[in-house]
């Protein structure tokens, strides 16, 4: 069983930063590939950045590409979403999620029904 708590979110104007974390629980989290995902009020869960288990590897939607940074420190069961240049359009609740079905895994899965455990999110809002 694994068990992830975002936070970090918060209120921020346009063009700000925000830094999410998430903790995860378990002793193997180390071989899992982690995700972020966000969903709008009336949206889809959409993907956000991936990271496989050696964090050699990462992935992210075009939208946010060159502003938002996934890193993670697994002597920490740590995961981590640097988000800068915010936009109003990131407003969202941010989950962090586990894919603990594929461990050590070189892929990074973008759809939100490759991943078996999920926080409770942390809301992101974003000012103009």
């Known amino acids: 069983q694994v068990q992830l708590m975002e936070s970090g979110g918060g209120l921020v104007q346009a063009g700000g930063s925000l830094r999410l974390s998430c903790a995860a629980s378990?002793?193997?989290?180390?071989?899992?590939?982690m995700g972020w995902f966000r969903q709008a009020p009336g949206k889809e869960c959409e993907f956000v950045a991936g990271i496989i288990w050696s964090g050699s590897r990462t992935y992210y939607v075009d939208s946010v590409k060159g502003r938002f940074t996934i890193s993670r420190d697994n002597a920490k069961n740590m995961v981590y979403l640097q988000m800068n240049s915010l936009k109003p359009e990131d407003t969202a609740v941010y989950y962090c999620?586990?894919?603990?079905?594929?461990?050590?895994?070189?892929?990074?899965?973008?759809?939100?029904?490759?991943?078996?455990?999920w926080g409770q999110g942390t809301q992101v809002s974003v000012s103009s």
């Open positions: 378990g002793r193997t989290f180390s071989s899992y590939t």
């Open positions: 999620a586990a894919d603990a079905g594929r461990p050590y895994t070189n892929v990074v899965l973008t759809t939100w029904s490759g991943y078996n455990y």
